[in-house]
């Protein structure tokens, strides 16, 4: 197979022309000229010659799901519904390109979860905010992009079994606001049918003021009957164009974003509203729990941002309307390299919940470092809330599976952009695909969907193999050790986020302490400091708020700590601080030299863009490593044990 034009990416067949009579293709049960079937069979006759397909319905089969069988004869897909012909034909794709022989390919599969989706943080101007892999493909110049590009975007996203895209920035400003209106219907339409081909939704984030800013009125206050009216008009409008469209992503009342709290109204009074118009169009309301209060004081000690998605939201548990979903971030602050789980995730028992990760490495090397970020993810899902006697990990609670939700799911701020490999560095592609293939199948392991990824975008001898499974597997905790130690978080340049700053953000209005002074650092987070250790399940809440039970690599995150605390390595915490950061920089050599010993099995044009974000990264390694360890040496005025450089 052929390097497809832009990418090492997974899908890396050549884009030609179907040639018809290669092989048999036989579609009982379904019509061969819809959209999502016809794309499906072309999928299949790109990546194959002379391999027949047959496509059957089986409606006993879950919904979005597949069962693929190979023979001597071909390949067989059964499923319910057009998605999962589609699905199971990227699986039998997907098989075979790891390795699999037509008659082996076996599988029976339907998705963990009912939505599975990406965010765009991208701008109508053509920029990305958090974005690292160069500007936008959706926009340029306040116009909508439809491309070639953008057929390859949605087939990438079909192959991992995505079925709903939010193609701008949450924080919704300028044109963006104006996607809901006549000037942009056109190329929306048009978007939203490239999509359904594929098997997507088409979701827009929604500007919470919009009566204002596009409707000339004085308020956006939910529960006037002026705005629902406004509402009720726009929507409808709205939807006589875009028939197709899934519903809106809504971030409000955060980091200057309007919203009901302007009006001392809740946030379920604002979702609600909107989710009660949208309703009778079949669209869904996704709601943002990314709410805090942004004007903290840092002299403060008790006001915790921690706190604020559980204090908000966990009030109006039981308020939300069916057609409301609540998009929950992993953890309590914002894509750390490791913080603990949301308390939200489980604590709300009667209302729809939806996990919200970051691919974008905001906080975890700008797609610069090599951080793979599916350990994380499936620390998050395999966490067990005790929410429930059985069905208690974040896992069950966002599926559905606990309560018994219709909607629910995962979402994922995505890293994608124009650059010519998507994703500015190429092995952060391991994120994108990793993500999409663990929100369809929560019980795959990092290292098989490492290996699945590997397989098909390098296709790599087995030995080979095993160190990029290796290089990536270790990443992210060769990362953490050499930033920020033990869950404390941030440290990292205001603004921009790469790169260490130790006081960056200490005493700014953000809430990003770590409280460090002449004898220790961490943050109290139990009853007798913020309290929010108490918004746990007894059995985590009991467990995070002694010292002794806390997971350690959390502990500085839950308590302020001494600098000669004995850990359970025996180390003392300081000599933890300075022997993980000399540990981390030593090992991120190890990384870039793993990734040498590849050079003439990788693509030379790959190779090379991955060499350049590694000396990069080693860089970054060596700041992070040099500044951290000084000023704690010069804050505690403890040597390191080894007598290494410290400065």
Not at 9 to 18: I, M, P, V
Not at 189 to 206: A, P, Q, R, T
Not at 360 to 380: F, R
Not at 620 to 633: G, P
């Amino acid at each position: 197979m052929e390097t497809q034009k832009w990418t090492q990416l997974w899908l890396n067949y050549k884009d030609a022309e179907t040639k018809p009579g290669t092989a048999d293709i036989v579609v009982e049960g379904f019509d061969e000229n819809a959209p999502v079937v016809a794309n499906a069979i072309a999928e299949f006759r790109r990546a194959f010659t002379g391999i027949s397909l047959s496509l059957f319905r089986k409606d006993s089969i879950p919904k979005e799901g597949y069962l693929i069988a190979g023979s001597e004869d071909g390949i067989t897909v059964e499923a319910s519904d057009e998605r999962g012909i589609l699905y199971g034909v990227f699986a039998a794709i997907r098989q075979m390109s790891c390795g699999k022989r037509a008659i082996e390919v076996a599988e029976e599969a339907s998705p963990k979860n009912p939505l599975r989706m990406m965010n765009h943080w991208d701008n109508m101007d053509g920029s990305i905010e958090r974005g690292y892999s160069g500007e936008s493909f959706f926009f340029e110049n306040e116009k909508i992009v439809i491309s070639d590009r953008t057929r390859d975007y949605a087939r990438f996203m079909a192959s991992i079994g995505i079925n709903g895209v939010v193609i701008n920035n949450v924080n919704v400003k300028g044109a963006a606001s104006y996607l809901i209106t006549d000037r942009y219907f056109g190329r929306l339409s048009e978007l939203s049918e490239l999509f359904e081909g594929y098997g997507i939704k088409l979701y827009m984030s929604l500007n919470f003021a919009s009566p204002i800013e596009i409707g000339g009125m004085d308020t956006c206050d939910p529960l006037d009957p002026k705005v629902i009216t406004w509402w009720e008009g726009k929507i409808k409008e709205v939807y006589d164009r875009l028939p197709n469209l899934g519903g809106f992503l809504v971030k409000a009342d955060s980091e200057g974003r309007p919203g009901p709290f302007t009006y001392g109204r809740t946030q379920a009074d604002g979702a609600n509203m909107l989710g009660d118009i949208i309703k009778n169009y079949g669209g869904i309301i996704i709601w943002r729990c990314f709410v805090y209060n942004c004007t903290q004081d840092w002299r403060d000690r008790k006001t915790d941002r921690a706190r604020a998605g559980y204090d908000y939201f966990k009030p109006q548990d039981g308020s939300y309307h069916d057609n409301v979903i609540l998009q929950i971030k992993n953890g309590p602050m914002d894509f750390q390299i490791r913080e603990p789980v949301s308390p939200l995730l489980g604590g709300l028992t009667k209302t729809n919940q939806m996990l919200e990760v970051q691919i974008a490495q905001e906080y975890t090397g700008h797609q610069i470092d090599l951080c793979y970020l599916i350990p994380l993810y499936k620390e998050v899902l395999d966490f067990h809330t005790h929410c429930d006697q059985e069905k208690d990990t974040v896992a069950d609670v966002v599926s559905g599976r606990t309560m018994g939700n219709t909607l629910g799911g995962m979402a994922a701020v995505i890293n994608t952009g124009n650059d010519l490999n998507w994703t500015g560095n190429d092995l952060a592609a391991a994120n994108l695909y990793g993500f999409g293939r663990l929100a369809f199948d929560t019980d795959l392991s990092a290292e098989e969907i490492a290996r699945e990824w590997i397989a098909m975008t390098f296709g790599l001898p087995k030995k080979e193999e095993d160190v990029l499974c290796n290089m990536l597997l270790r990443s992210r905790e060769i990362y953490e050790k050499y930033t920020s130690p033990l869950g404390i978080g941030w440290m990292v340049n205001p603004m921009g986020h790469y790169g260490p700053s130790v006081d960056g953000y200490e005493y700014s209005r953000w809430g990003t302490y770590h409280r460090a002074d002449h004898l220790g650092i961490g943050v109290d987070r139990t009853e007798n400091g913020t309290g929010y250790c108490n918004q746990y399940y007894e059995e985590n809440a009991k467990m995070y708020s002694d010292p002794k039970t806390c997971p350690e690599e959390l502990v500085l995150f839950f308590h302020h700590l001494p600098y000669t605390y004995m850990l359970k390595t025996g180390k003392t915490l300081i000599q933890h601080i300075y022997d993980s950061h000399f540990e981390g920089e030593e090992e991120a050599r190890g990384l870039a030299d793993d990734w040498d010993s590849l050079k003439g099995v990788i693509p030379e044009d790959s190779f090379k863009r991955v060499k350049e974000r590694f000396d990069l990264q080693l860089d970054n390694a060596r700041e992070w490593r040099d500044q951290v360890n000084s000023y704690f040496y010069r804050k505690s005025g403890i040597a390191d044990e080894k007598g290494r450089t410290i400065y």
